[in-house]
């Protein structure tokens, strides 16, 4: 167990670098089973999921070499196909492996993810994906068993654009017999990296990044070298900070067009964003002006971003509203706050923020990684001490975060 004691120590001020992003990090790794040989991905970042994820690889049979954020794999010509509850239980992003291992193998077993503190988690989109395609599954001591020889091409509509589900089929249907058509396809960008590492193995994946993504099956994908996108969230994570403690940050190594609709919703708030090439500037001013947020599935804006933005509306000049549209737990972040003095209330999917003069300093736990990064943001602008608990959940997602935070000029320390 290790906490983050944070002091308020002013506005952030400087530059820092922006790492590669978790949520495309997880299914390209998934992804590296469909091929064999050596393959190595550079921007990989050094966090909890994705040691996790890698330590799976190894027992499925993958060589794994780090050098900083690069990964080196040597994968056999046959790995595994049954994912350990002990590996699998981490992290919720296991669940890639069945699309991958089933296109490969023709075969997978991985334990069901269980639900987490934003939501229940369900894969009944995964599964039904699978069936359509000809695979049979089943759900036997806690473990979805997928067996598949030859599966067809079909069309899929998704009831939900899942993120998750979108990149299992869609790795599920690379060897396929024919198209397969998914519809109602989640977008985000993560999404379209997939798409793009798949595709410079020789898959034939076209409309990553709409609503309907075609793959046309293929006989066999060839290793290839990649690196993979900048981390949206990391980033936005940032950018929030900057604003909570009207500093000034600058970000590298960014992909605005990612960042639309936070960029959108800062600067509705009287926040000043500046984007030149690959980086932005984001200055916090005295005032921050309230505003309305409804998450949704990209474009639209995203639900990790939820937790902090509410850390930022509880100093809000005025009542802002939040509606969580994506996971039914993630407001839960609000009692957490409200031991630091923000006054919220929460109505099913709604949260009232009432902006608060300032915070005051508490004990208080991290829910889910997101919502530790927000107590973290809360912190820094608190009056008093903060001390997060259960660091260790924010550590799945963000690298160094107390590291980066202290070079912005942030009083944190980390303390097992
Ligand atoms: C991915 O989770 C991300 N994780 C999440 O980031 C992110 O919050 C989420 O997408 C939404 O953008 C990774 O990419 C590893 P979903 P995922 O399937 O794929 C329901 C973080 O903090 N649903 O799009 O699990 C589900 O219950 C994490 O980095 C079904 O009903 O998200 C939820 O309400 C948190 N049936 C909604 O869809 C299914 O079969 C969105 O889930 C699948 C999902």
Not at 332 to 355: H, N, S
């Amino acid at each position: 167990m290790s906490r983050y004691i944070i002091r308020a120590n002013g506005p952030l001020e400087g530059k820092i670098n922006i790492g590669g992003a978790k949520n495309a990090a997880l299914p390209i790794l998934a992804a590296t089973l469909m091929t064999s040989g050596e393959i190595t991905l550079e921007n990989i970042p050094d966090i909890k999921d994705v040691q996790v994820m890698l330590g799976i690889l190894e027992h499925l049979g993958v060589s794994v070499e780090r050098q900083e954020e690069t990964v080196h794999l040597v994968i056999p010509e046959n790995t595994g196909t049954e994912v350990p509850y002990g590996l699998a239980k981490n992290i919720r992003a296991s669940n890639l492996l069945l699309g991958a291992l089933l296109a490969r193998r023709q075969r997978a077993s991985v334990p069901l993810p269980g639900g987490c503190n934003i939501g229940s988690r369900p894969m009944d989109l995964h599964i039904k994906g699978f069936q359509v395609l000809g695979a049979e599954v089943t759900l036997e001591h806690g473990y979805v068993n997928a067996r598949g020889q030859r599966l067809t091409g079909n069309k899929i509509y998704l009831d939900f654009p899942s993120v998750g589900a979108t990149e299992n089929i869609m790795m599920a249907a690379c060897f396929a017999h024919g198209q397969t058509i998914i519809e109602n396809a989640a977008k985000e960008p993560e999404i379209v990296d997939l798409a793009n590492f798949l595709n410079a193995m020789g898959a034939k994946v076209r409309g990553a990044g709409t609503d309907v993504v075609k793959i046309r099956g293929v006989q066999e994908l060839r290793p290839v070298n990649y690196a993979i996108i900048p981390d949206r969230i990391e980033a936005g994570t940032f950018m929030i900070a900057a604003a909570i403690t009207r500093g000034r940050v600058t970000l590298e190594n960014v992909i605005s067009t990612h960042l639309q609709p936070l960029i959108a919703k800062l600067t509705e708030m009287g926040v000043e964003i500046r984007e030149e090439n690959g980086s932005l500037t984001v200055c916090g001013t005295e005032c921050i002006l309230p505003a309305d947020i409804k998450t949704l599935p990209y474009p639209g804006f995203p639900t990790d971003l939820q937790s902090p933005m509410m850390a930022l509306l509880s100093l809000a000049e005025g009542t802002s509203i939040i509606v969580e549209n994506v996971f039914e737990y993630r407001l839960t972040l609000a009692e957490e706050l409200r031991r630091m003095g923000a006054e919220i209330k929460v109505e099913g999917q709604t949260a009232f923020v009432q902006g608060v003069e300032s915070l005051k300093g508490a004990k208080v736990r991290a829910l889910d990684l997101r919502a530790g990064a927000a107590l973290v943001l809360a912190g820094l602008a608190a009056t008093g001490t903060t001390e997060v608990f259960e660091a260790e959940l924010i550590e799945r997602g963000y690298q160094r975060l107390d590291e980066k935070l202290r070079y912005l000029g942030a009083d944190i320390e980390k303390v097992e």
